[in-house]
């Protein structure tokens, strides 16, 4: 409530005024504080460009402590909006100390910068203008604290290793070895990465899926693992198989007869399809009597491919033949009809001329393709052939020491039933032709 002076109506007026004045002027003061879109002229849809980095890139500089930044330029006025998490600073640091001018970000590390030390900053797409345009792509600098400047590069992709397609926005990490300290990149949407300039010595390198975006690799996360050297001047192509890793070795869970000769074991985990598989590790009992069923050979999936595809071919072919033979033999006998004829008709006329022979077309290169083997990925099933048909009955599988995609080993049994083989189908038999010429002898 405002109180006035007892000094007459007319001065009451004009104090009254110039506190309203006054009011209007505060109120007008704190909305000029909110940054807003400026208004009037024609839209702006450009996002902000970058017109200059102090200190330049691969600069050496001989900071310590918190004082000195580096200092990013923009062409317009940029946005208070996502300033804290625009940048991020490896050695690994996800929230450095970010701060803005007018069209200025600044960055430091919180702890302050450290000496003999090289630095990637990373800037974010998030960085926008009054308008909201965001910067299309990330900006990355270089700088050291007294470290030589390296020309070393990694690249590669990051690969599902279950499916054998390149996933989308993986992470890389180097740690550095033995200080731990950690740099970075992200992949692309095709599973691609570069990162370079890095501290020569050796790394552990980790490509993960990131699934929580907390940019560290977690137990739950879909990873792989490379020791690798790196020079100065070194150029490495690295590909990292990321997967889901196992705690524990791999456990039959099920078996199923293919046929007489064929077993399909499926496991709960992935196995690795590199490693070589052998009789040795599996054992097949009847639980009758405990006697041991003869094995052949066990196959990963993929071999089990390759082989049923050739049995299949073996049997097309020998089909295909059989049938060629019969429609070789009918040919023959036709073409010796038809010469016969021929040299009948021959004798009674002259000889023609003598035509050369026409040149055997040449076949043309590439017409055949040939038969390209699946591609080696990882599956969950074994394949065991028995050396001779597997007799009716109740069964048990024994599995020693089998290894997953992990590198776990693991020992399990399960039982099964091997059924009644289908019986075969009886052939009808070929229907007979009437006997026209006995019927025409009994009608007489």
């Known amino acids: 409530m405002i109180r006035f002076p007892r000094t007459g109506a007319a001065h009451a007026s004009l104090l009254a ?3 309203i004045l006054s009011a209007l002027a505060l109120a007008n003061l704190e909305s000029c504080a909110n940054v807003q879109v400026p208004p009037g002229g024609p839209p702006d849809s450009i996002p902000p460009m970058l017109i200059a980095v102090y200190p330049d890139s691969y600069a050496v500089v001989a900071w310590t402590g918190k004082r000195e930044k580096v200092q990013f330029e923009f062409d317009e006025s940029i946005s208070e909006q996502n ?20 069209r200025e970000l600044r960055v430091r590390p919180r702890a302050g910068w450290v000496p003999d030390r090289l630095y990637h900053v990373r800037i974010e797409p998030v960085v926008q203008d009054l308008f909201r345009n965001r910067i299309e792509e990330p900006i990355y600098h270089i700088l050291s604290t007294g470290m030589p400047i390296s020309e070393n590069e990694a ?6 290793r279950i499916r054998g397609e390149r996933l989308p926005n993986g992470r890389v990490d180097m740690v550095l070895l033995p200080d731990t300290l950690r740099y970075g990149a992200i992949a692309d949407s095709s599973g691609a990465f570069t990162i370079g300039t890095l501290p020569v010595g050796d790394y552990y390198a980790i490509g993960y899926e990131d699934l929580n975006n907390n940019m560290r690799a977690d137990d739950f996360d879909r990873s792989d693992t490379l020791i690798v050297s790196v020079g100065q001047a070194d150029t490495l192509a690295l ?14 869970v099920e078996v199923t007869p293919i046929d007489s000769l064929v077993l399909q074991l499926g496991f709960d985990s992935y196995l690795d399809p590199d490693v070589p598989t052998s009789t040795e590790a599996i054992e097949v009992l009847a ?33 295909a033949a059989a049938r060629d033979s019969a429609a070789a033999a009918q040919a023959a006998e036709q ?17 023609p ?18 038969a390209q083997e699946p591609a080696v990925l990882p599956d969950r099933r074994l394949y065991v052939i028995a050396a001779a048909p597997i007799p009716p009955g109740s069964y048990l599988v024994r599995v020693y020491r089998l290894l997953n995609l992990t590198g776990l080993q693991g020992d399990s049994e399960v039982t099964f039933e091997q059924p009644e083989p289908e019986p075969l189908e009886p052939e009808e038999p070929a229907e007979i032709p009437p006997d026209t010429a006995g019927a025409e002898g009994r009608g007489r």
Request: net charge negative.
């Open 17 to 19: 005024g110039g506190l």
């Open 83 to 102: 300033v804290q998490i625009a940048a991020i600073l490896y050695p690994f640091e996800p929230r450095p100390n970010v701060d803005k001018g007018k």
């Open 155 to 160: 690249s590669g992709s990051v690969i599902d």
């Open 239 to 252: 590909e990292f198989r990321v997967f889901k890793h196992d705690t524990l070795g791999p456990a039959l």
């Open 287 to 319: 639980l009758a009597d405990s006697s041991p069923v003869a094995l052949d050979t066990v196959y990963h999936a993929w071999r089990y491919t390759i082989w049923s595809d050739s049995i299949e071919q073996v049997r097309s072919e020998a089909e």
């Open 335 to 351: 073409a010796a009809v038809e010469e016969e004829v021929a040299e009948e008709e021959a004798a009674e006329q002259e000889p």
């Open 353 to 370: 001329a003598a035509v050369p022979p026409t040149p055997p077309a040449e076949e043309e290169e590439g017409t055949t393709e040939e």
